[in-house]
């Protein structure tokens, strides 16, 4: 199940387009099994695209959302460092798809990309997606830890390896997306996939840019997502002018 590859908005959004666009999660180490259910109770109320939860919690999550509904179930596979070998990675998303998973976000593996061991991460990649296709995949940068020219080189695989999306961060790093390192990566897969940005993204302004740049989903903590989703409301009209540009 693929969802927003190509984002279905012209000049500007609602909330329930807003929240269409939005994965929320509950995937650091301290969150407990309270957490998990008050974030499927967040997403369907809210109808956010995705919520994604830690690998032995996506059971629990999947027994919590409607299987017609508007939220799919997401977890992640190699996460957060990404040096699990091919085979555990493999291994672990072919069994998150059994467990209910309709797409996974997978961490690249930083450390053969920045030793410039290209084809031991293309590899990497297409063994994972190989394991659970057709159920999509992204693919996490993690930006924090790489050059530009990393950047470039990494969304590239990305591109070529059977992916469905790049993403720019896990959100373990307190460093935030910037549109510049966007540019990067959406100048490199020029549309081939669709691009998810993660990571410190708070405005309602910054949204309109990253999708003017040509991102496609958006990776964003469960209250501020909320918080957007309730400001985008409460805009005249209850609709949010993607022309806007940032203050």
């Not at 990404?82 to 976000?105: C, M, P, R, S, Y």
């Not at 020029?190 to 708070?202: L, N, P, T």
Request: charged share 20%; aromatic share 4%.
């Amino acid at each position: 199940m693929l969802r927003n590859i190509r984002p279905n908005t012209t000049s500007s959004i609602d909330a329930r387009e807003l929240a269409a666009l939005i994965d929320i999660s509950a995937v650091q180490a301290f969150h407990g099994e309270q957490d998990v259910r008050e974030l499927a109770e967040i997403a369907i109320a809210q109808g956010f695209v995705a919520a994604h939860v830690l690998p032995h919690f996506v059971p629990l999550l999947r027994s919590l959302l409607p299987r017609e509904g508007a939220t799919i179930v997401g977890g992640p596979v190699g996460f957060p460092s990404g040096g699990h070998t091919t085979k555990i990675k493999a291994a672990e998303a072919a069994g998150l798809v059994a467990a209910g998973a309709q797409e996974l976000d997978m961490m690249i593996n930083v450390g053969r990309l920045k030793s410039n061991d290209l084809a031991y991460v293309r590899a990497d990649i297409r063994a994972v997606v190989e394991a659970i296709a057709p159920v999509p995949l992204k693919v996490i940068l993690e930006l924090a830890h790489l050059s530009d020219d990393e950047i470039r080189k990494g969304a590239e695989i990305v591109a070529d390896s059977g992916a469905a999306f790049v993403k720019t961060g896990t959100g373990w790093t307190p460093n935030a997306t910037t549109t510049e390192r966007l540019r990067l990566i959406i100048d490199t897969v020029g549309g081939a996939v669709g691009v998810k940005a993660s990571g410190g993204i708070r405005s309602l302004e910054a949204i309109a840019e990253m999708l003017r740049l040509g991102v496609t989903r958006f990776g964003i903590n469960t209250k501020v997502a909320v918080d957007l989703v309730r400001q985008c409301t409460e805009l005249p009209g209850g609709r949010f002018d993607l022309a806007q540009e940032t203050a």
